[in-house]
């Protein structure tokens, strides 16, 4: 059981460019989540899905999109990098607030630095 | 908007002693609590879940109580061993979504 994975673990981007950190999970997890984590901030809540096909913004959605075509991906997308995006990228996932146990489960975070 | 706070901010034991790391959240109305542990340069490790319900939880050498009405939790760590020495973070989920919003973390360092 792989539980949440992230790739990749590391990158390095030049300001502009574009990319998409992607994470998988094979739970069967209804909701996922990504999060961004910078020194002092803590974890803040980018963007996250309650199903397929169903996305919404959380604290800090600016610069990045995502989409959910199916239960297991969740891919985060930034669109144009910029320097304020370097910070370590989490994804999580979890059974949705219907399901009773919502405990969740996260990634090892991917790591982005832009230049 | 629920906001996290986990005090203290850091924390140094030396191996042997009980703790008590505190999280208060300002929104009583959760759906349930989480607590976690982060190495440094790791992902998050899942300690305890806690049910809006219930008042305790344990796992071990931790043991995590909510009194929702208060806003407060607290993760109770017995004879602390250098392996502890990680981030504990805290997170409520809110009963309208189901997001995790976060504390700050407290960083606690054992010594043998």
């Known amino acids: 059981n792989a539980g949440v994975t992230q790739t990749p673990k590391f990158q390095v981007l030049k300001t502009g460019q574009s990319m998409t950190l992607q994470c998988a999970q094979d739970?069967?997890?209804?909701?996922m989540s990504w999060y961004r984590q910078d020194p002092g901030m803590g974890l803040r809540l980018i963007h996250y899905s309650v199903g397929a096909g169903i996305t919404d913004q959380g604290e800090v959605p600016n610069g990045y999109n995502v989409s959910r075509s199916t239960t297991e991906d969740f891919p985060l997308r930034l669109l144009s990098a910029a320097p304020s995006q370097t910070s370590v990228y989490f994804c999580?996932?979890?059974?949705?607030?219907?399901?009773?146990?919502?405990?969740?489960?996260f990634g090892q975070g991917t790591r982005l630095t832009v230049v | 908007k629920q906001e996290v706070t986990q005090i203290p901010a850091a924390l140094s034991v030396p191996e042997g002693e009980n703790l008590v790391l505190n999280c208060s959240f300002t929104d009583s109305a959760i759906y349930n609590l989480q607590w976690f542990r982060q190495d440094p340069g790791k992902g998050l490790t899942s300690l305890l879940l806690i049910q809006s319900s219930q008042r305790e939880q344990t796992s071990g050498r931790l043991n995590a109580s909510l009194d929702k009405s208060s806003g407060r939790s607290t993760l109770y760590i017995a004879a602390s061993q250098p392996g502890d020495s990680a981030t504990y973070l805290c997170a409520p989920r809110g009963q309208a979504g189901t997001a995790l919003i976060f504390g700050k973390g407290t960083t606690l360092s054992v010594s043998s």
């Open positions: 999580a996932s979890s059974y949705s607030s219907g399901r009773g146990n919502t405990e969740a489960f």
């Open positions: 739970m069967n997890h209804e909701y």
